[in-house]
């Protein structure tokens, strides 16, 4: 168990003992796994009954999912990294675990081992199909320049064989019919459709047809469904506005009727990050931030889930700046034959919180990787991918137990670098750090702490003729900051912050006081990786020959927030709501519920209402109340009327659900009128819905 760190600090402070304050915390943790299940990363499961998205808060792009029987099994898309493929499993849609990956290498190529000066950056697996027909699991997936490939399994932990397809189907999806015959769509825009041959290798002549046109909006990143003898598909519209729209037919060739939006504009009030501007460099230009952006943040590729109890759920992508593509989960509403995202009154608008599919499985709250590792065991733990294909000779876990050894290949640049291992950086905020000993280093080494990105930022050791420095490079703007280093033995940190895009490198010679080195730099969404920032460790050598070695004694990723609430949930406690940036809130004037300046903001007691809701109580006893849209004080037991979901946005501002319209508490910043009838928070935070409480 790692130290806790208690917010920032490191070090307890309260006058406590060291060995009194790790009893007290062991029992603290132990007291709290096993009535929530606490972990250390980012966990969707609040342990309440409800959830919070993202599902995962790290790069988990393209999703598919299915379920069969009462186990869901999810994978999506790893382009460049090996081993390729997840596949998770799960018994209540929020809480997964990892059962492997379906290949561990695959190599078509020198770009795939990035070998020649070739790279397969931003390429590779992409946009896969997971499907369980007669017994066996099928995952039909694209590679670029290469033909769609299939794998299958008769356990979805593997092992799974790979056929060459011999057609090349951008973002297929497959639909296995009650007749026995085997149907894929896929395309760009427009969307073809065909029958497939008995043993899935081709398509059957003849049977290729534009489905729809992309005049309907239907977009890419399709999933094919039968539900209740119709059939059905979802899509992405990614360009500009991003949404996701929605077919249906009687036939399986059509024709169609297209809704084009069942899920918009629902991004968490995330607003648009920074940017890559000009992508010739260095230097680079990035472009800031936007938060008046509405729409290319939303939730837009996925499909829909039904549970054994019969309800419908949603699972999507959005884009989340500089950490990646995250996926989502959505409850579905089905109304007019269409299966909405979102709730009664609120349709196409996800809440970020909600309570759990009823599926009847109690899950202990658990994520599906661990990140930390001491490389003490005889594997690399499942967190970890390659970037592109390793020389397997060329690192090692056994040539000195405990350390994972990089043996240095010559590379022009971190780039370019081979043997480079990766996992997904995970936010909101985190902060990797690698013990690094640089004693087996030769000239021309540089090995340590990157995190991957288009531009990439390192730090690390530069072994020299007379010796080693720390050294911190920044390709964005292709500058280089040093530092004298004593010894061999070093820690390397890269705290993240990706709620701002931006990150810091800092070291230390003892592991506890850290020297910052290069400046705050910025972390960009890019599409050259096609990734979000990945945390790296890595050893090359740009003398053009083959080098040393670096040994990484230990890896760890710290997080800031690793649950869905920043701020614990106040209950019986009095609170002030005060709207994000306004000096307006909630008051009580001659009697009635009023906006108020922030100076004048009355104080309502939180009420726990169960499953993470609220009623909120004012002084003389009476609740805050919705009804048809009124928002006023009422008396009364708590009842639906007076409930609200309490929910963050990704920023951490408090938004309140009303459970009487299934819409958001809001003050008018022009009126100052008070209802709730808002659809969701945001990106600019000053609509009036995000509260700021104390």
């Known amino acids: ?37 606490l972990t250390e990363t980012w966990t969707a499961d609040n342990g309440n009954g409800t ?53 561990d290498r695959l190599d078509l190529g020198p770009e795939f081992r990035l070998e020649d000066g070739k790279e397969i950056y931003g390429q590779g697996i992409w946009a896969p199909s997971l499907r369980f027909h007669d017994g066996t699991f099928h995952i039909f997936t694209n590679i670029n320049r290469h033909t769609t490939q299939h794998f299958t399994a008769t356990n979805p932990a ?19 019919d009650d007749d026995g015959k085997a149907y894929v769509i896929w395309g760009y825009g427009d ?38 003898g119709r059939y059905l598909i979802t899509s992405a519209w990614f360009n500009d506005h991003m949404r996701m729209a929605c077919a249906r037919a009687g036939k399986p060739e059509g024709p169609y009727e297209v809704e084009r939006a069942i899920s918009t504009d629902e991004d968490f009030g995330l607003a648009e990050g920074k940017r890559m501007w000009k992508t010739a460099g260095p230097p680079f230009e990035v472009k800031p931030g936007n938060s008046a952006s509405r729409g290319r943040m939303s939730l837009h590729q996925g499909g829909i889930v039904d549970t054994p109890t019969g309800e419908w759920w949603g699972f999507s992508m959005m884009d989340f700046n500089s950490v990646g593509r995250l996926t989502c989960l959505s409850p579905v509403t089905w109304q007019d034959g269409w299966p909405y995202f979102g709730l009664p009154g609120n349709l196409r608008r996800t809440p970020r919180t909600w309570v759990k599919p009823a599926g009847g499985s109690t899950s202990i709250p658990a994520a599906p990787y661990e990140r930390d590792d001491d490389f003490s065991g005889p594997k690399l733990k499942a967190i970890w991918q390659w970037n592109h294909v390793p020389d397997d000779t060329r690192w090692s876990l056994a040539e000195r137990p405990g350390f994972l050894r990089l043996h240095a290949l010559p590379a022009a640049d971190f780039w370019h670098a081979r043997n480079t291992l990766t996992q997904r950086a995970v936010g909101p905020q985190s902060t990797p750090t690698a013990l690094l000993d640089a004693s087996g280093m030769k000239p021309g080494d540089c090995a340590g702490l990157a995190l991957l990105n288009f531009p990439y930022a390192w730090i690390g ?205 809001r003050i008018d910043p022009v009126s100052g009128a008070i209802t709730a009838d808002h659809a969701g928070p945001a990106p600019g935070r000053r609509d009036g819905s995000c509260f700021d409480w104390k």
């Open 461 to 665: 050791v530069r072994c020299g003729a007379d010796g080693v420095t720390i050294e911190q490079f920044n390709q964005l703007t292709g500058k280089t900051s040093r530092a004298p280093l004593t010894g061999r033995r070093v820690w390397l940190r890269a705290p993240c912050d990706f709620l701002r895009d931006m990150a810091t490198f800092s070291y230390s010679t003892d592991g506890k006081i850290f020297q910052p080195l290069g400046g705050e730099f910025d972390l960009p969404f890019q599409l050259k990786t096609f990734q979000g920032v990945r945390y790296a460790l890595f050893d090359f050598n740009d003398a053009s020959t083959l080098g040393g070695y670096a040994d990484f004694d230990e890896f760890s990723v710290d997080e800031l927030h690793p649950h869905g609430l920043m701020r614990p949930i106040p209950y019986g406690l009095p609170v002030t709501l005060t709207a994000h940036d306004y000096e307006t809130a909630l008051g009580v004037k001659d009697g009635a519920l009023s906006a108020t300046p922030a100076a004048a903001a009355s104080q309502f007691t939180v009420l726990d209402g169960g499953l993470g809701r609220v009623a909120l109580r004012a002084g003389d006893g009476r609740l805050i109340s919705v009804e048809h849209n009124k928002v006023a004080l009422t008396r009364g037991e708590q009842s639906k009327a007076t409930t609200f979901q309490w929910i963050e946005n990704v920023y951490g501002d408090l938004v309140l659900l009303s459970l009487s319209t299934n819409r958001y508490l």
């Open 158 to 176: 593997g092992p799974w064989t790979r056929v060459a397809m011999k057609q090349s189907l951008h973002d297929l999806s497959v639909l296995f």
């Open 191 to 228: 969307i073809q459709f065909a029958q497939l041959t008995n043993d899935l290798t081709d398509i059957v002549p003849g049977t290729r047809r534009t489905l729809i046109e992309k005049s309907a909006g239907m977009g890419e990143g399709l999933h094919f469904y039968k539900i209740a």
């Open 1 to 37: 168990m790692r130290e806790f760190t208690g917010g920032t600090s490191r070090r307890g402070g309260l006058g406590i003992t060291r060995p009194t304050l790790k009893r007290i915390l062991a029992l603290a943790l132990f007291t709290l796994t096993a009535t929530v299940g």
């Open 51 to 103: 959830f919070t998205n993202p599902l995962f808060y790290d790069e988990f792009s393209d999703p598919d999912l299915i379920r069969v029987g009462g186990d869901y099994y999810l994978t999506g898309t790893t382009m460049h990294t090996m081993p390729g493929l997840p596949v998770l499993h799960s018994k209540d849609l929020v809480n997964w675990r990892l059962l492997g990956y379906v290949f």
